[in-house]
């Protein structure tokens, strides 16, 4: 009888201990897909949204989009660099399609959409696998803001090696509407940059150079050229175009700006990389 209790005692101790496995590994499975799930997180962590508007920045499923709180900031940014497209309104109905220059594998690309018309701090934040090298966007959220192609930054970056160092690689993006033929994109002969500063400027200065497979600075292509529009008020896009015939043929280039505030205060924005290619490859 003994014998029985004992045998009965040492299965109970086995399913108590087989229990306890169990719910410490699905403790550690749900917790592990917690904090994926939380590090998937598309929005900028330094953007307040705006109030309980039903159209605040927010997570909307695979990207953070909205209407963010005002940013107080004097600095001079690119928040576009795109294939020049043609313009059109965005509609709830059909999305836009985003391509951008085909990368390495396994490369995370941050794609950013900002607000151009005067007052409206709209953004939109994604991170997209490299592969394939596109993204359907939905236009509901710009539909409600009665927004034009015109009216919406784009910027594309990813982080890859260049040389010894990973550097941050901008991505032109090719952007039409699902609903148009992609073949429209073919016809893209320039690029075209937009600039963002939230105060007046008097001159801006654009120095663009190719680099070499390891990011080795090569030919001067414009060296402190400035873009002479004669007028530039803060808070409006400063827009400027990159002929492809321009960069002949090159597949990497750097691109510094450089401006002077009404007052003659310098403002520079950071170098960035960019790559010339078509989407996809």
């Given at each position: 009888?003994?014998?029985?209790?004992?045998?009965?005692?040492?299965?109970?101790?086995?399913?108590?201990?087989h229990?306890?496995?169990?719910?410490?590994?699905?403790?550690?499975?749900?917790?592990?897909?917690?904090?994926?799930?939380?590090?998937?997180?598309?929005?900028?962590?330094?953007?307040?949204?705006?109030?309980?508007?039903?159209?605040?920045?927010?997570?909307?499923?695979?990207?953070?989009?909205?209407?963010?709180?005002?940013?107080?900031?004097?600095?001079?940014?690119?928040?576009?660099?795109?294939?020049?497209?043609?313009?059109?309104?965005?509609?709830?109905?059909?999305?836009?399609?985003?391509?951008?220059?085909?990368?390495?594998?396994?490369?995370?690309?941050?794609?950013?959409?900002?607000?151009?018309?005067?007052?409206?701090?709209?953004?939109?934040?994604?991170?997209?696998?490299?592969?394939?090298?596109?993204?359907?966007?939905?236009?509901?959220?710009?539909?409600?803001?009665?927004?034009?192609?015109?009216?919406?930054?784009?910027l594309?970056?990813?982080?890859?090696?260049?040389?010894?160092?990973?550097?941050?690689?901008?991505?032109?993006?090719?952007?039409?509407?699902?609903?148009?033929?992609?073949?429209?994109?073919?016809?893209?002969?320039?690029?075209?940059?937009?600039?963002l500063?939230?105060?007046?400027?008097q001159?801006?200065?654009?120095?663009?150079?190719?680099?070499?497979?390891?990011?080795?600075?090569?030919?001067?292509?414009?060296?402190?050229?400035?873009?002479?529009?004669?007028?530039?008020?803060?808070?409006?896009?400063?827009?400027?175009?990159?002929?492809?015939?321009?960069?002949?043929?090159?597949r990497?280039?750097?691109?510094?700006?450089?401006?002077?505030?009404?007052?003659?205060?310098?403002?520079?924005?950071?170098?960035?990389?960019?790559?010339?290619?078509?989407?996809?490859?």
């Amino acid at each position: 009888m003994g014998g029985v209790r004992e045998v009965t005692s040492r299965i109970c101790h086995r399913m108590r201990r087989h229990l306890w496995l169990i719910g410490c590994v699905m403790a550690h499975a749900l917790s592990s897909s917690l904090l994926a799930e939380a590090a998937r997180s598309h929005c900028d962590p330094g953007l307040q949204a705006a109030g309980a508007r039903a159209i605040a920045y927010a997570e909307r499923g695979d990207r953070c989009e909205g209407i963010y709180a005002q940013e107080v900031s004097g600095a001079l940014r690119i928040v576009s660099f795109t294939r020049r497209s043609s313009n059109y309104r965005f509609s709830a109905e059909r999305a836009s399609l985003l391509r951008w220059p085909g990368v390495e594998s396994g490369r995370e690309v941050e794609v950013r959409a900002s607000g151009l018309r005067r007052k409206l701090h709209y953004r939109m934040d994604t991170k997209r696998p490299s592969h394939p090298p596109a993204y359907t966007w939905p236009s509901d959220v710009l539909a409600q803001l009665e927004l034009s192609r015109s009216e919406v930054g784009l910027l594309a970056s990813t982080e890859q090696p260049v040389g010894e160092a990973m550097r941050r690689i901008v991505l032109p993006l090719d952007v039409t509407p699902t609903a148009r033929p992609a073949e429209a994109a073919a016809s893209a002969s320039e690029y075209s940059v937009v600039l963002l500063c939230t105060l007046e400027l008097q001159e801006v200065y654009v120095t663009l150079r190719a680099l070499d497979v390891n990011g080795k600075p090569g030919r001067v292509l414009r060296e402190g050229v400035g873009l002479d529009h004669g007028f530039y008020p803060a808070e409006r896009p400063i827009v400027f175009r990159i002929p492809y015939s321009e960069l002949d043929g090159g597949r990497m280039f750097s691109l510094s700006i450089g401006a002077d505030l009404k007052n003659g205060e310098p403002r520079v924005v950071p170098e960035i990389v960019f790559l010339h290619a078509e989407p996809g490859r």
